[in-house]
């Protein structure tokens, strides 16, 4: 397989329903290449949806890993240490990757880029066996939960702040639609009344 090649392009095209022969034409690449990509994605559990934000070069790097290794000068990046920030509320990709560059820029050495840090994590999750691929139908599940530290709003009819509010969060898995509603308390009668309110809004998207 040839550098050039384009795993990523590959994959959107395929994702058209496109064929394998055509997207060749297309990527001017052989058939054969078209396939091994669509079986290495398979074999990694990928499908079009986790890997539309990737870059060619970055899914190029998860699935040929020993192939054009390029050398680095960057600060190593401490994934160990990622994962279990993510496990904490409010902690995000986007703000570890700023925490990350910010101590590199104030010790005066080079840091990797956004799309390498989320790349080099998931490639570390593979490894560790951390994640898994679920198959999702559209239309058959929705996930919900509460979410994230509390919040506060006013009242624009009283003026009124609410000090205490709670984020119901629901995902339909398949589409990654979501609806979010702050309530102010997480008992049943509330719990009920926004999922109704999803459900609602879920029918219409589908």
């Not at 010790?107 to 080099?120: H, L, M, Q, S, W």
């Not at 003026?159 to 969060?169: A, K, N, P, S």
Request: with cysteine; glycine share 4%.
């Amino acid at each position: 397989m040839y550098k050039k090649t384009k795993p990523r392009s590959v994959m959107e095209l395929l994702n058209k329903n496109l064929s394998e022969r055509e997207v060749a034409a297309i990527l001017g690449c052989s058939r054969n290449t078209v396939s091994e990509i669509k079986e290495l994605c398979r074999q990694q559990g990928m499908t079009w949806d986790d890997i539309q934000d990737m870059t060619d070069d970055g899914l190029y790097d998860i699935l040929y890993p020993k192939k054009f290794k390029r050398t680095t000068n960057y600060v190593p990046v401490n994934y160990a240490y990622v994962h279990s920030e993510l496990k904490k509320t409010g902690v995000t990709m986007k703000l570890l990757w700023e925490e990350y560059r910010d101590k590199c820029v104030s010790e005066g050495r080079e840091y990797c880029a956004y799309p390498i840090f989320t790349v080099n994590y998931y490639k570390y999750t593979g490894e560790k066996n951390y994640t898994s691929h679920i198959q999702h139908k559209p239309g058959v599940e929705v996930e919900v939960d509460w979410s994230g530290p509390t919040m506060s709003y006013v009242d624009v009819d009283t003026g009124e702040i609410i000090i205490t509010t709670y984020l119901f969060v629901a995902t339909l898995p398949y589409s990654q639609y979501g609806y979010v509603e702050a309530t102010t308390d997480m008992k049943e009668k509330a719990w009920l009344e926004v999922m109704c309110i999803c459900l609602n809004s879920s029918k219409a998207l589908l």
